[in-house]
């Protein structure tokens, strides 16, 4: 059986990979400070979830290409955006591939940010889209290298890509970068792209930080999996800069957020903030464990400057039995950093920065 290009990557798993593998088979436990699952991190969610998904209203199917009204009506009175400018999907990776499909013919180009969160790749894969990255670099702070962004512009090119807050160095896009890209956007007829799912979760923003896009993106991405803490729920949503009509051929073509979530959509987000305030202090106290760091203005990931990050991520988990994510995981443009997640239990984390402390 001959498979399309499109799912044709490589199967070759990673050292870090085999290594971890091999201590489980063996039985030996493992400090794992990559848990980016808020439902395997020792959240304690409330009451209420179970009953939320009750209502008889669940049984009836009724099919809205942009997602049934009264979870649009809840999401547009969230954000203060109109009714006709909101449209549910099962996630945000759903929502990539219908922008992708709206914007692009076979072989059009996306601009992705590097480093990021290492999806696009193979979102953009799935829809005979090519991906192009433009570099961040690091100075106090994340910024946009907008010389190389314009070099990576070609007439192919359909959208940028924003990540706001970025996943996995947790930075917010600054006003004078916003003002760039928009008039990138208007000069060369593309599209702004603006993923902010972690957006809810700010720590120590810029005070020229750009907190959303709303408004100004032409789609703005958000939805329960961070949120609410909830990613097993898979509803999402993409908030429009205006109304595109053609975008219901591809929604009514797939149906696929579940009448159940977004009945439920009401009361799961009234339940949402004692989660949201865990993984806020969670994520503060393991900052405060961490005597070397880049900035982090919003998230759940920290990064970490080291001298050879693959080396390191090795000789932490061999010696240690410590598991992090090496730089190159995201694409950082350079090597040197390890990337932890904010959502580790406590004593685990402070377990695991000690360890990476002597592994230095």
Not at 291 to 320: C, I, M, Q, S
Not at 330 to 335: A, I, M, P, Q, T
Request: charged share 25%; proline share 8%.
């Amino acid at each position: 059986m001959k498979l399309s290009h499109r799912v044709q990557y490589g199967a070759e798993t990673n050292r870090l990979s085999q290594i971890l593998a091999a201590k489980r088979r063996d039985g030996i436990p493992v400090l794992d400070l990559t848990e980016s699952n808020p439902t395997r991190a020792g959240i304690v969610y409330p009451e209420g979830f179970l009953p939320a998904l009750s209502d008889p209203a669940v049984l009836r199917y009724e099919p809205e290409p942009f997602g049934l009204p009264a979870a649009r009506e809840r999401i547009a009175a969230e954000y203060g955006m109109p009714f006709d400018q909101v449209v549910m999907t099962a996630s945000t990776s759903e929502a990539y591939a219908w922008i992708f499909k709206l914007l692009c013919d076979p072989g059009d180009e996306i601009l992705v940010p590097r480093p990021s969160y290492p999806l696009f790749e193979y979102l953009a894969a799935l829809e005979n889209v090519a991906v192009r990255p433009y570099p961040l670099f690091y100075d106090h702070g994340w910024f946009i290298d907008f010389h190389a962004l314009e070099q990576a512009l070609t007439p192919r090119t359909r959208a940028i890509v924003l990540v706001n807050p970025n996943n996995p160095t947790g930075h917010f896009i600054r006003r004078h970068e916003l003002d760039q890209l928009v008039e990138l956007r208007d000069r060369h007829d593309i599209a702004i792209i603006s993923d902010e799912v972690f957006a809810g979760y700010q720590l120590d923003p810029a005070p020229d930080s750009v907190l959303t896009l709303r408004g100004t993106a032409d789609f703005a991405l958000d939805g329960l999996s961070k949120l609410a803490g909830l990613p097993q729920m898979k509803l999402a949503w993409m908030l429009l800069r205006q109304p595109v009509p053609e975008l219901e051929i591809i929604a009514d073509t797939y149906l696929s957020a579940g009448t159940p979530v977004q009945t439920a959509l009401g009361a799961l987000l009234e339940l949402r903030e004692p989660i949201r305030r865990q993984i806020l202090d969670r994520a503060r106290v393991n900052l405060a464990a961490l005597d070397r760091k880049l900035v982090v203005e919003a998230g759940w990931y920290a990064v970490v400057p080291v001298l050879d990050e693959e080396e390191t991520a090795e000789r932490l988990l061999v010696e240690h039995n410590v598991l992090v994510q090496p730089g190159y995981f995201y694409d950082f443009e350079k090597s040197g950093y390890l990337v932890l997640s904010l959502l580790t239990p406590p004593d685990v984390f402070a377990q695991g920065v000690d360890a990476i402390r002597r592994a230095r």
